[in-house]
């Protein structure tokens, strides 16, 4: 039997829906949607490595896996042939390419290896470029030169890249299998010649960055668009403005209702402030950035949104993507957004494949169109955004596209770590100025903006009166367990509404427990912290909102979980002292609606103390802390009025202590090709590993809809979803589309606790040393998880609980 089979015979995957696959029209379509032959160097190396990006599988070898992969144990690698080729082919070129482009050597270099890098890495994790190890080297077959019609592909490589044509003759391909021996060493020579020049500033490594990860984009999207045949999908102008009209509607509606409903005094300045808003942004001077600073309850979400269907409106931008820190407030905001709209909103994040398919239906078409943000409204966290601007894998850069030419909003950026907002900043301004894309910064607090190329646009209304709905009581008091339970009972009799925001679970825990204890059966005590699933979560906000609106006596012990977005509202609020914005956040849950004839919320800041000791350092900077209280210190009280200024101050000073410019250098690293570092960042920077484990409880929090996906599975439980997990051929024999939906699931059951606290109460220790652990474990003793309280019980004994 003969070791190669023609190149013209080859297929890139096996016949579906009487629809065949030829590995050489595959290896058109991606070069024609990655580059252009008759284009600039960059536009020819891009279509290049389309053409070669999936050379490997004209191997004999794949192509007999793809035939029946039943007969082959595992896939049959393949990225890293292309990878090799086009380096090889890549070289013939570089000399033309410097005598006719001189002045653009350094990124033709640049150009050559990260493309080799990303070939090798097309279908897996992106890694860094290390002059010593090739990016082909660790997939390399032997024979796989002999088993691959070489001359069939060079001839379709030639005919269809005529530049190939003026370097090299026809029968080079002969050459090919001799030449690839000396690729390492000339593969080294490259990479010391790419890496020998550092980006002089961070500005300038954030536009390196930026602009590979784009050619990273260009590349990845063109291989999986072309076998799922997805068509871009923007917001036109006609649309945007259609959208507008209805956005207005049904503000107006939604005036009235509150008007009713909460004998709301708001509708009118939301209004005024949300028309004012917008014309500041059509009259103003266009700009990549701009700011919207409107109190909590002011209708920010719909501001925001309206001015980004202007800008649509305007052909400023063609997508409108919402950012938003956390589950709660992104599902809160992507509802909204659908209905004043009427557009269609696709959410991304961790949990929400299952929210795209049926029980009974998967199209992986419609997987890739939500993963790569195919919508005019994408809903989407800091995390997926993070993972955009710095992708860890190669399918998570083809959202990128997406974000060309797109309006975003970054609802609550203050909320990213501290430590790494320059480094986030300076990768959104690079992107705002390589992707034409346009963002706008909505909060109460925002953090110092600087490090921008220019001066961003404050949108703000600068005459609106105050809504003046609380007060913040600001002092000394420190208080312990029982005192603060005892409080809350005192007050809900008084106020009706009331809250206490913690800082870490385990307080959470102890006071809620000491709060039910107290209360009589006629006041309704909730408990809501990050130490429950997010289904339980979820469950616990409706519940809550459900006795807040038949008007009950509500206490609500809660951690700083509670304070962004969620719309809730509260006559009182005790907040154990956090950093300053959070207070301020909290205090955004306080008299929302600004109800007539109701007094004045209050917010009582006090110094929460565990057994006598004060517990905000689990959780919070302590430089961000010593700025808190030397400027609360200066206070007994603030009005909503003075929360603006003080914010302000707030973020000066604690810049001006901790400029926050260590992780910068992760930029400049990344722009030499070394990824690791910046990969590893996120917006939220946790203290030490976290281990999910897998709640097997049923409880009221599972909706139909998760038992219909359990359904799906087989499972009729929890604790039957959790043992497929475990059957790892059972997995492996799941199609693509199913194994996302399937890790979906699993994580609706998920809390992350820490590695000593998993030991104790799953199975994590249980396996054999010789074995590998499971990655999701199982909770061994269910009664530990409360449907009251989650994990909020268990407080003793163990490490401090540390979630938000």
């Known amino acids: 039997m003969s070791l190669v089979i023609p190149f013209s015979q080859c297929i890139a995957r096996p016949p579906e829906g009487g629809r065949d696959y030829p590995l050489a029209d595959h290896l058109l379509e991606v070069a024609g949607r990655s580059g252009r032959a008759s284009g600039d160097a960059i536009h020819q190396l891009q279509f290049l490595a389309g053409l070669l990006h999936d050379a490997g599988k004209a191997q004999q070898s794949w192509q007999r896996y793809i035939a029946d992969p039943r007969r082959h144990r595992g896939a049959v690698p393949h990225a890293f042939l292309g990878a090799a080729l086009f380096f090889l082919f890549a070289l013939q070129l570089r000399r033309m ?26 279908h897996g994790e992106l890694k860094g470029i290390d002059e010593a190890s090739p990016p082909w080297e660790a997939g390399w077959r032997h024979g796989c030169l002999e088993e691959t019609d070489l001359e069939g592909l060079w001839q379709f490589v030639r005919a269809n890249f005529p530049p190939l044509q003026e370097v090299t003759e026809a029968s080079w391909w002969r050459e090919i299998p001799e030449t690839v021996t000396r690729l390492p060493s000339l593969w080294r020579r490259m990479v010391i010649h790419h890496q020998a020049r550092r ?20 590349l990845i999207g063109a291989d999986r668009f072309a076998v799922a045949g997805v068509t871009p999908r923007h917001l036109s102008p006609e649309e945007a403005a259609a959208a507008l009209d209805r956005l207005l509607e049904f503000c107006r509606l939604r005036g009235d209702e509150l008007a009713v409903r909460h004998r709301s005094s708001l509708t009118a300045l939301r209004q005024q402030a949300q028309d004012a808003a917008v014309a500041a942004f059509v009259m103003a001077k266009a700009s990549r950035f701009y700011t919207l600073r409107l109190p909590t309850g002011m209708g920010k979400t719909l501001t925001s949104l309206r001015i980004a269907l202007e800008a649509c409106r305007l052909g400023r931008a063609e997508r409108v993507i919402y950012v938003a820190p956390y589950l709660t407030i992104l599902s809160q905001a992507a509802r909204e957004i659908r209905s004043a709209s009427g557009l269609e909103v696709m959410e991304h994040h961790h949990l929400s494949i299952l929210e795209t398919y049926t029980v009974h239906e998967s199209d992986p078409h419609e997987l890739l169109l939500q993963e790569s943000w195919q919508s005019p409204v994408v809903a989407t966290t800091f995390n997926q955004l ?9 399918q998570d850069t083809i959202r990128i596209g997406a974000m060309r030419r797109a309006f975003v909003i970054l609802d609550e950026p203050q909320i990213v770590d501290g430590d790494v907002w320059r480094l986030f900043l300076a990768l959104v301004d690079a992107a705002s100025t390589h992707l034409e894309m346009t963002v706008l910064l909505i909060s109460a607090t925002t953090p110092p903006l600087d490090g921008l190329r220019e001066e961003a646009v404050d949108l703000t209304p600068g005459s609106l009166p105050s809504p003046c709905r609380y007060i913040i009581n600001v002092g000394d008091r420190r208080m312990e367990t029982e005192e603060v339970a005892e409080a809350l009972v005192t007050a809900v009799n008084q106020r009706g509404a009331v809250a206490v925001i913690l800082n870490t679970v385990e307080d959470c825990g102890r006071v809620y427990a000491e709060t039910k204890r107290l209360s009589g059966p006629e006041i309704s005590v909730f408990n809501l912290h990050g130490a429950m699933t997010s289904l ?25 979980i509670i304070e962004a977005g969620v719309d809730l509202s509260f006559r009182m609020i005790y907040r154990a002292r956090p950093v300053l914005p959070s207070i301020i956040q909290a205090a955004g849950r306080a008299n929302r609606h600004a109800a007539e004839g109701e007094p004045v919320a209050e917010i009582v800041d006090f110094h929460f103390l565990r057994e006598g000791r004060e517990t905000r350092g689990y959780v919070y900077d302590a430089i961000a802390m010593r700025v808190t209280d030397e400027l609360l210190d200066r206070f007994t009280s603030v009005p909503e009025s003075g929360t603006s200024t003080l914010s302000d101050e707030y973020f000066k000073e604690l ?66 979803l ?40 799953s199975n994590l220790g249980e396996t054999a040393k010789s074995e590998q652990p499971p990655a999701i474990t199982l909770l061994r003793q269910p009664h530990l998880y409360r449907e009251d309280s989650g994990f909020g019980y268990l407080v003793k004994d163990v ?3 540390i979630y938000l």
């Open 199 to 218: 980006p002089g500033n961070v500005a300038s490594a954030a536009d390196d960055v930026i602009s590979k990860r784009w050619r990273t984009a260009q």
């Open 799 to 801: 490490e401090e609980w």
């Open 722 to 761: 959790y043992h497929l997990y475990l059957e790892k051929s059972w997995l492996r024999e799941l199609a693509f589309v199913e194994r996302k939906l399937f890790f979906g699931l699993l994580q609706r059951f998920v809390v992350p606790v820490s590695y000593r606290r998993a030991r104790m109460i």
């Open 386 to 394: 993070f993972r955009a601007l710095a992708p860890r894998f190669a």
């Open 536 to 560: 339980h979560k979820n469950y616990q906000v409706q519940q809550i909102r459900r006795s807040l609106e038949a008007g009950l006596p509500t206490i609500v012990v809660a951690t700083q």
């Open 655 to 720: 810049f001006r202590r901790k400029p926050g410019t260590s992780a910068l250098a992760y930029v400049q690293d990344a722009a030499m090709g070394h990824w690791s570092d910046l990969q590893r960042i996120s917006p939220f920077q946790e203290k030490g590993n976290r281990v999910p484990v897998f709640v097997p409880n049923e409880g009221p929090w599972i909706d139909d809809e998760t038992y219909a996906f359990l359904s799906r599975f087989g499972a009729e439980t929890p604790e039957q």
């Open 97 to 122: 390419y410097l005598q006719e482009y001189p002045h653009s050597a350094d990124g033709i270099v640049a150009a050559i290896v990260q493309l080799t890098r990303d070939l090798a890495d097309h």
